[in-house]
């Protein structure tokens, strides 16, 4: 990739940013490949986001715009969010997050879902969830409405337990029994704080024991608890759902249906928005909102922190990446505040620990002194690692993501090639990167966001521990590992955090892998008959259930 490809590069001070930065305020639209309209108006006002309360409307269809699709639908195979977004409209969980207009974008407060209420043991060694009564499965065959029941809930945690990536999530559980039919205990061998956070995580879906017993294919079909039922999945095209009328919340869900469509170019999206043929989608470039909102004086917007920031990705075992000196330059060498500037109009550092996760993330001014800007000191490193002419590597990314991480991966490249390090950057196909590439650790470097983790241990001990299910860097160091996992067993919430907080030092200072880049703000643009939209971080559409439709006119 050819230095200068990215047009309007800005390198700002610092301290004229810092503010900014944190805001991710939308002052000015840059002009920049690959956008409908030329440039904005630099006084342009995003408009307001979706209004709230009112008396809900039951009925209408929404349509959702997204740029890939699953490979499956199983929920023990995939880690994938392509893949969880699907399946949140359909499971439940045994816990979640609450969602709605009190709540910030952030807060993630967990509430029962199949689970009515729960205790703890004071030693922190046993749960025990009362599951709801009269909770029925979807009327889908060969479940066809059936209770759910605790062995329900231990089929699906035992297949978790041996099957699942999902295994790491329940930690040190040592026993899993169903003294009756609406109660589960849980064992811990060890005090595991993540726990209730990992109950309501989204991928921690509750399965009939039909699906664990293989009586049909989770792979194709998904049978659930949640409020709406799946019609039919099109691989690459469309998946269609509709409202399920015994979901146990009363009145809820208000929409009949719901279709995810597969709109992999991203132009496509944006008229199919426009056209009204969707009425969801969500960017991560300012001047694409300010596109949309412009094109429209109904059109509302949401702006709120990205939940998948953007990272780069290096075989820890391969050389030159073997050596933490040349993954300190590489990370030296990123211009992150001129991209965030640049290519989205602000943004916000990241560390190992996602922003979102806001009682354990470093702070920005840290962030930033941790991940500093060097490109001189780069190429000392370099040259103290042996490479004082830099080196060539092959990245490889997917365009599936969307072309935000495209335009922010060239944009590592050529800050790359500024201090000697020449990459060519190879596209995947996504299904590809997404199963053989990345999981498997069959790059030199790779690109791409990173799955929104409920919980500090994910963020932490999934990726960098040895033994980790998101270990997709080949990170092997004992010191590493107990330097990850010591957090997970420290109830006090306060001495977690801090922990947690040291861990990440460690992590930034010693292992510089993977190096977390930026994560630009996102905004969800909507159109005027949506009401109750309230995203949080997580996958799945929680906020789906208490979304209505106005009518138009």
Not at 182 to 197: G, H, M, Q, R
Not at 337 to 357: A, D, I
Request: proline share 8%.
């Amino acid at each position: 990739m050819p230095a200068g490809s990215i047009v309007n590069r800005v390198t700002p001070s610092p301290r004229t940013t810092l503010a900014r930065r944190i805001r991710a305020g939308l002052a000015a639209a840059l002009v920049l490949p690959l956008v409908a309209t030329a440039c904005a108006d630099p006084e342009f006002e995003m408009p307001p986001p979706p209004e709230q309360g009112g008396q809900p409307r039951p009925g209408g269809s929404l349509s959702i715009g997204m740029p890939s699709d699953t490979t499956t639908i199983d929920p023990f195979e995939e880690t994938s969010y392509n893949t969880h977004e699907r399946l949140g409209l359909v499971y439940g969980r045994l816990l979640r997050y609450e969602t709605g207009p009190d709540l910030e974008y952030g807060d993630l407060e967990i509430e029962g879902d199949i689970a009515q209420d729960w205790e703890i043991s004071d030693d922190g060694l046993r749960y025990t969830f009362h599951l709801r009564e009269d909770l029925t499965w979807q009327d889908v065959p060969p479940v066809n409405g059936r209770d759910l029941t605790a062995d329900d809930v231990v089929a699906t945690l035992e297949k978790a337990r041996q099957d699942g990536f999902q295994a790491a999530l329940l930690g040190p559980l040592e026993n899993i029994e169903a003294p009756d039919d609406d109660t589960v205990v849980l064992e811990l061998s060890a005090p595991f704080a993540p726990l209730l956070n990992n109950m309501a995580n989204h991928t921690m879906w509750i399965v009939p024991r039909e699906g664990i017993e293989g009586e049909y294919d989770l792979g194709t079909t998904a049978i659930g608890t949640g409020p709406f039922i799946m019609e039919h999945w099109r691989r690459n095209i469309e998946t269609s759902y509709r409202r399920n009328p015994d979901y146990w919340e009363d009145g809820k869900p208000y929409l009949d249906n719901i279709v995810i469509q597969v709109i992999p170019d991203q132009a496509s999206r944006i008229a199919a928005f426009r056209a009204g043929e969707t009425q969801l989608m969500t960017t991560y470039t300012p001047e694409e909102a300010m596109s949309l909102a412009s094109s429209s004086s109904e059109v509302r917007a949401s702006e709120y922190p990205g939940r998948q920031g953007i990272y780069l990705n290096l075989n820890h075992t391969e050389e030159p990446f073997d050596d933490v000196r040349v993954r300190r330059a590489m990370s030296m060498a990123i211009d992150r505040e001129g991209m965030g500037e640049s290519l989205f109009n602000g943004g916000r550092y990241t560390g190992p620990v996602h922003v979102t996760l806001r009682e354990f993330a470093l702070d920005q001014e840290e962030l930033a002194e941790r991940q500093p800007h060097d490109p001189e000191r780069a190429r000392e490193l370099l040259a103290e690692a042996g490479h004082p002419d830099g080196f060539s590597a092959t990245l490889k990314t997917t365009p599936g993501y969307g072309q935000t991480y495209v335009r922010a991966t060239e944009w590592i490249v050529e800050d790359l090639a500024r201090v000697g390090i020449e990459v060519d950057m190879e596209m995947v196909e996504y299904a590809t990167y997404f199963t053989n590439t990345w999981p498997t650790v069959d790059y030199e470097i790779s690109a791409g966001p990173q799955t929104p983790f409920l919980d500090p241990d994910e963020w932490l001990r999934a990726q960098h521990h040895s033994e980790g299910y998101r270990n997709w860097y080949n990170i092997d160091d004992p010191e590493v590992d107990e330097v990850v996992a010591a957090q997970a067993g420290i109830l006090d919430p306060d001495e977690r955090a801090a922990a947690v907080r040291d861990a990440q030092r460690y992590l930034l200072d010693e292992v510089v892998n993977p190096i977390q880049v930026w994560t630009p703000s996102a905004y969800t643009m909507a159109h005027p008959s949506v009401r109750n939209l309230n995203p949080q971080p997580v996958y799945g559409f929680p906020h789906m259930r208490e979304l209505w439709l106005a009518e138009e006119g």
